[in-house]
């Protein structure tokens, strides 16, 4: 039925009770003069993302007659954005739009983009430049790296610096306590992996160590960063790093990951919709415990049509399927169903990137109020849905001196646990991805959170760090240094590495630019 816009300029829109709350609010911390003001960039930064919103407040307050809402010039371009978003995910309902499912799309939307602007407000400690900053650097889709030209698939493909990445850590340390020659380290050298292992314990100084060579991989190679905080969260505090970086802070699980974790391109692939399913329960599997064979496919039975059918699958959607297939079949519940309504009790993610979007961008996630278990499945899911991405990624270009172009570094700061739940995904962007332009660096307190590890990370690591520690697990240790080392005598600002040219051990005094 075509819409009277005479009509339309008396109509009233309203928002929650809640969220007019909320807009109140932020029009007067921001100084803004108008409600409608308000309202409009909710609504933008709502119709900007990549689903419908869905979590409408009760109540009806904050009312604004049509024609003030969006202005008279500018209505007929809000009406059809706003219909034309709606309908994407409500085809059915073309027959059915009408001046009430306007009213009913305005107020979601409303309510939604008030929700994304009070959060930003309260993470930005109610700090008027933090928050115009964070936002444009949020939601204005500026692009991480330079952007160049469109391949036949009708994507942009990015552009990332070649040549050599090039690491100045210090200088070499002689017998007699002077210091020698400058030693540097090519990431993206030929010959040795681009993965990095910093091991002391605390208070040894890893944590900046990894700080500078974060900074300095970005500087040169342009590509994003991905730096995963298992710790107290304290790098998501580090502003000079995060906009060294220019990565957008998340701390799970106040704020969902906004990552499609089960993505397929080709619905129509059952192998690629059978593997997303199969990522999902490997993740699911190091947080519930060890599954059964019967649970295993009572999981696989219950997913595989949901996976097979449905994009954009939330955690919610994949509860409801559980208790459904269990209801359906009688079965009791048992650890699959209870660790499901755990993990379902707050937002870990919420699919509204890409894996091309989310890993075209730089994060520094952080889990300092994140239970254990929350902590071990968001990571574990996280590693998985970035194994499954590149698996489906052209290698990366080598440059005539053998340079491979950096295209993704993910970081993961206190990693101990981690390393030893054996975990299928870094096991994989460890060993298999480094063709893909991928290099990793592990935080951990010892070379011993490596050893007895079913995977040998340490062979993949091209770049060994070993501040002070009372490492005592010589397999590890004289694997990787080539021998006997003692690292429990370092002084602060001295570490052990491994000239990867000369395949031998060196002692290093650190040196960085502040």
């Known amino acids: 039925m075509p819409l009277d816009m005479n009509e339309l300029f008396a109509a009233n829109f309203s928002i929650s009770t809640i969220a007019a709350d909320k807009a109140r609010k932020l029009k007067r911390d921001l100084g803004f003069d108008h409600n409608y003001e308000i309202a409009r960039l909710a609504m933008g930064l709502s119709l900007g993302q990549e689903r419908y919103p869905d979590n409408v407040g009760t109540g009806s307050s904050g009312s604004i007659r049509g024609n003030i809402l969006f202005g008279k010039d500018d209505y007929p371009l809000w009406v059809g954005v706003l219909l034309t978003n709606y309908l994407q995910f409500h085809p059915d309902d073309e027959e059915s739009v009408s001046i009430s499912l306007l009213q009913a799309v305005v107020r979601a939307h ?148 906004p990552l499609d974790m089960f993505h397929v391109a080709d619905m129509s692939d059952t192998n690629l919709t059978t593997a997303a399913m199969e990522n999902f329960r490997d993740a699911f599997a190091q947080v519930a415990g060890k599954l059964g064979p019967k649970q295993s496919d009572n999981i696989a039975e219950a997913l595989l049509p949901l996976f097979r059918s449905q994009q954009r699958i939330t955690f919610q959607k994949i509860k409801e399927t559980v208790d459904a297939f269990y209801a359906d079949h009688g079965l009791s519940k048992d650890s699959v ?35 254990t278990e929350v902590k071990t499945f968001a990571v574990c899911l996280l590693l998985s849905a970035l194994d499954f991405y590149l698996k489906r990624q052209p290698e990366a270009a080598l440059d005539t001196d053998g340079y491979r172009s950096l295209h993704l570094v993910l970081a993961i700061d206190e990693a101990r646990e981690l390393l030893g739940m054996n975990h299928v995904g870094l096991a994989n962007n460890i060993r298999l991805h480094r063709s893909k332009g991928l290099s990793v660096i592990l935080v951990s307190q010892s070379p011993d959170d490596y050893d007895g590890k079913k995977d040998d990370y340490l062979e993949n690591i091209g770049l060994p760090l070993c501040l002070k520690t009372n490492a005592a697990s010589p397999r590890s240790l004289k694997n990787m240094f080539k021998g006997d080392v003692n690292f429990a005598s370092l002084q602060p600002g001295t570490c052990y590495s491994v000239d990867a040219r000369a395949s031998r051990p060196v002692l290093l005094k650190l040196q960085f630019d502040n």
């Not at 930003?120 to 692009?143: G, H, T």
């Not at 500087?219 to 730096?227: E, M, R």
């Not at 707050?346 to 109020?369: C, I, M, Q, Y």
């Open 110 to 257: 409303w309510d939604n983009g008030v929700r994304i602007m009070a959060d930003l407000w309260e993470q930005c400690d109610e700090d008027e430049n933090k928050f115009w900053i964070k936002l444009v650097r949020s939601y204005a889709d500026l692009p991480d790296v330079v952007q160049h030209e469109v391949s036949g698939s009708g994507t942009v493909s990015p552009s990332y610096s070649p040549g050599a990445v090039r690491l100045v850590l210090g200088h070499v340390l002689r017998k007699n306590g002077e210091t020698g020659d400058e030693f540097a380290h090519d990431v993206n050298g030929k010959g040795y992996a681009p993965h990095i292992a910093i091991m002391g314990q605390a208070g040894s100084g890893k944590t900046r160590v990894m700080t500078h060579i974060l900074q300095q991989m970005k500087k040169q190679a342009q590509c994003p960063v991905i730096l995963v905080d298992l710790g107290k969260g304290d790098l998501g505090r580090n502003d000079a790093l995060i906009q060294s970086l220019g990565a957008t802070v998340l701390s799970v699980p106040e704020q969902p990951i």
């Open 337 to 371: 169903v209870s660790t499901v309504n755990s993990l379902t009790l707050r937002e870990l993610f919420r699919p509204e990137l890409s894996p091309d979007e989310f890993f075209g961008k730089s994060w520094v996630v952080t889990f300092a109020n994140a239970r």
